[in-house]
Structure formats: structure tokens, C-alpha cells
């Protein structure tokens, strides 16, 4: 698939939904993939990607701002505090806040270096032992605690288990953010993200639908 036909896709389910056209923000996940497709990719104009790593983001990126404007780079996967400033310095967004030590790593990075990226809380929806983010029961007291650190919290995220509904999980999300005031969306994927979108999603991250296979 081509990035103009994801693009097409994301047009049709805003419309469908009744959403305003440019609503959803596209995150070309191209963690894994070779350069020249994300080269590629730039060259069509687009400029918002994700990494999960900020060890392999921070291998890549640098150079590639130095020869494209404008790129906004969010960061999906896990972070661990050690690697917080470095992520804080490199990114724009971190959709993978899930826990209150991490939570006070960057507030009082935030302070130190007088910004802060803008913040998703991830849920883990499906309460899977192995997968990050707070429990839904915990996602309220959470975000709360993240707003007393003063950090801005502008969404949450969230990634479904893979052999249920997605569509449960995403109006779960939806629900959660709606109870806490907050706007942002964060959640389909290249399997989902027509479902997503239908259900609010304000941020698709997208990856081998628009890169092909991530080899290896
Ligand atoms: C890899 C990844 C994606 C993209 O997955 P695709 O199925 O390739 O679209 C989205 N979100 C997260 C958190 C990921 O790690």
C-alpha cells in the first residue's frame, strides 16, 4: 500500500464518521524499516513518524532533520527512565507514559530543561500482564497525578490485545479520556485504523501499511 492510498483511507473514515477532514494526525511508524523507505516517505512530503526505541530513533534522525524541515518525531514504545532525557531532547510526543516514577523523571526533566514533549498515558485495556500502561482502574488517579506534577497530558493510548475486538479497547480509551477531559486519541494501527478513527482516534500510528514488512 502506498502512503496517498493510507491517506485516501484516513480522508474516508473521517468523512464516514463525521469527522472534520485533517482531524487525524497520520504517525508513520517506521521503526525497523531501511532508510530508503523512510526517505522515500519524506520525499512524498510527509513529516510526523514514530519510533519505539529512542536508542535507534536517536541513530537516525538527527541526520535526516538536517536535510528535511519539519519533522515531528513521536515516540510509541516503551521508555525507560535512563533514557528519558535523551528521549525528551529528541521528540516531540511520548505516547507511552505508564507509570508515577517515570511520570516524575520527566516533570522534573521538564523543568530542567524548560520544555516537555507532549504526553499520552498508555492503558493497558486489556489488563495483559506482559504489556505496559496503567490498568484502566488506575488510568483516572494517574492522569491526575501526572496533571499535579504539571505535566501536559494531552491524551492517551492505547494498544489492543491481538485476538480480541479492537473496536472494544478503542471506546474503552475513548470512554477513559472522555471522564478525564482529555482530547487526544492515540490509538489504530495498520490492521485497525479505519475502527479507530470511527471511534475517535486522533493520532493513527501506522507502520508496515505504509513501509511494507518490517524485515527480520
Ligand atoms: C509497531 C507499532 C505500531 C505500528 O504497527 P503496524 O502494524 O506496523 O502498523 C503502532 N504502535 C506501536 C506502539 C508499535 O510498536
Known sequence: MSLAEIRDRIGQAEAKAGRAPGSVTLIAVSKQQPEDRIEAVLREGHRVFGEN????????????????????????????????????????????????????????????????PELFVQVNTGEEPQKAGVLPGEADGFVAECRDLGLPVVGLMCIPPLDEEPSLHFALLAKIAARNGLEGLSMGMSGDF??????????????SAIFGERPG
Do not use: F
Open 53 to 116: 526505541r529512542v536508542q535507534e530513533a536517536a541513530g537516525r534522525w538527527p541526520a535526516l532533520r538536517d536535510r528535511y524541515e519539519g519533522i515531528e518525531l513521536h515516540l510509541i514504545g516503551p521508555l525507560q527512565t535512563n533514557k528519558a532525557r535523551q528521549a525528551m531532547e529528541l521528540v516531540q510526543a511520548i505516547h507511552s507514559v505508564d507509570r508515577p516514577k517515570l511520570a516524575r523523571t520527566l516533570a522534573r526533566l521538564a523543568d530542567e530543561l524548560g520544555h516537555c
Open 194 to 207: 479505519e475502527q479507530a478513527i470511527a471511534l475517535g482516534a486522533t493520532h493513527v500510528r501506522v507502520g
